[in-house]
Nanobody, 129 residues
Framework: QVPLVESGGGSVHPGGSLKLTCVHFIDEYPVRCMGWFRQGQGKEREEVAA???????GYVNSVKGRFTITRDDNKNTLELQMNDLKPEDTAMYFC???????????????????????WGQGTQVTVSS
């Protein structure tokens, strides 16, 4: 079974909103830090947002004030509310989970991709007029 499953992607106009949801099926170990990454066509995968086990969140500068990451550990879900979407937000969005807890308090940096243990298969977000 795929450990992480994303949903909620789609096509919107600039200024629109989408909410991405990730459900994880990781039962044998506690999931600590979780994050969202994205990869545009022909581009490298980049961090978008992350949230630690205490609920502290971090964001890449380009999405601050527009995106909000939340988690519900009772439902094993991670969400990304994306508002005021721009064409440059167009990408495949991936959910990731780490068994290591990285504190995001006090503006700590989002852990890079190689610090995550599990990945979803992605959901496409397209922003165009």
């Amino acid at each position: 079974q795929v450990p992480l499953v994303e949903s909620g992607g789609g096509s919107v106009h600039p200024g629109g909103s989408l909410k991405l949801t990730c459900v994880h099926f990781i039962d044998e170990y506690p999931v600590r830090c979780m994050g969202w990454f994205r990869q545009g066509q022909g581009k490298e995968r980049e961090e978008v947002a992350a949230i630690d086990s205490d609920g502290a969140a971090g964001y890449v500068n380009s999405v601050k004030g527009r995106f909000t990451i939340t988690r519900d550990d009772n439902k094993n879900t991670l969400e990304l509310q994306m508002n005021d979407l721009k064409p440059e937000d167009t990408a495949m969005y991936f959910c990731a989970a780490s068994l290591t807890d990285y504190s995001l308090r006090f503006g700590m940096a989002i852990p890079p991709a190689d610090q995550y243990d599990y990945w979803g298969q992605g959901t496409q977000v397209t922003v165009s007029s």
